[in-house]
């Protein structure tokens, strides 16, 4: 069974961090583009961050120079390194992964999702 499952959320203070991981079981990742999405309450999936199977990485705006995503292949995971977070990072945040792996992007066309992951940032 194909499946990606997050981790890593929690509540932390406001310039705080935390470190998300997206776990794959099934199916391995090397060849995969793996995407962070998030959803706050009331608000649109809105994409985060992804990553290639090559390495090659995008950001959305809000996110840039305080986010970082990496891979492991060996570990079959991804991670998303949240530094600095703010109160508008609150929100559920979701790995998915697409086996045209050659490019990323940040639109929500991906094949596999996991359940998410709930991040509070809050004093």
């Known amino acids: 069974q194909v499946q990606v499952v997050e981790s890593g959320g929690g509540l932390v203070q406001p310039g705080g961090s935390l470190r998300l991981s997206c776990t794959a079981s099934g199916f391995s990742l090397d060849y995969y583009a793996i995407a962070w999405f998030r959803q706050a309450p009331g608000k649109e999936r809105e994409g985060v961050s992804c990553?290639?199977?090559?390495?090659?990485?995008e950001y959305a705006d809000s996110v840039k120079g305080r986010f970082t995503i990496s891979r492991d292949n060996a570990k079959n995971t991804i991670y998303l390194h949240m530094n600095n977070l703010k109160p508008e990072d609150t929100a559920v945040y979701y790995c998915?992964?697409?086996?045209?792996?050659?490019?990323?992007?940040?639109?929500?066309?991906?094949?596999?999702w996991g359940q998410g992951t709930q991040v509070i940032v809050s004093s």
């Open positions: 990553i290639s199977s090559s390495k090659s990485t």
């Open positions: 998915a992964a697409d086996p045209l792996g050659l490019n990323c992007y940040l639109d929500p066309d991906y094949d596999h």
